[in-house]
Nanobody, 126 residues
Framework: VQLQASGGGLVQAGGSLRLSCAAS????????MGWFRQVPGKEREFVAA????????DYTDSVKGQFTISRDNAKNTVYLQMNSLKPEDTAVYYC????????????????????WGKGTLVTVSS
């Protein structure tokens, strides 16, 4: 499984960006996708997750109402719409895929995902 994240860049505070994560592979099969972010010197943190089937979502509290995760099942692509960006949103954003047979009910930790993309840098200037 390969995950390709894109859409990062430099934006002023208050602006918006939309990240995309395209999943591919010979037999891509996944239960859910997630977005995480990491600031240098800090641990990677959960941002949002979405199930392929049904579209249920999870968000970390700090981005609720600000970020929206969505998916396009036909394109095996997940999006993260980020609005009203703040300098503290500056980070490398990673997308992750949870394998189809990965059990459990948690979708908010790194161990809940099996495949990771390389990340895309989002820089929000003040």
């Amino acid at each position: 499984v390969q995950l390709q994240a894109s859409g990062g860049g430099l934006v002023q505070a208050g602006g918006s960006l939309r990240l995309s994560c395209a999943a591919s592979g010979r037999t891509f099969s996944s239960r859910a996708m997630g977005w995480f972010r990491q600031v240098p010197g800090k641990e990677r943190e959960f941002v949002a997750a979405i199930r392929w089937s049904g579209g249920s979502t999870d968000y970390t509290d700090s981005v609720k109402g600000q970020f929206t995760i969505s998916r396009d099942n036909a394109k095996n692509t997940v999006y993260l719409q980020m609005n009203s960006l703040k300098p503290e949103d500056t980070a490398v954003y990673y997308c992750a895929a949870r394998g189809a047979y990965h059990g459990g009910s948690s979708y908010t930790t790194e161990s809940d995902y099996d495949y990771w993309g390389k990340g895309t840098l989002v820089t929000v200037s003040s």
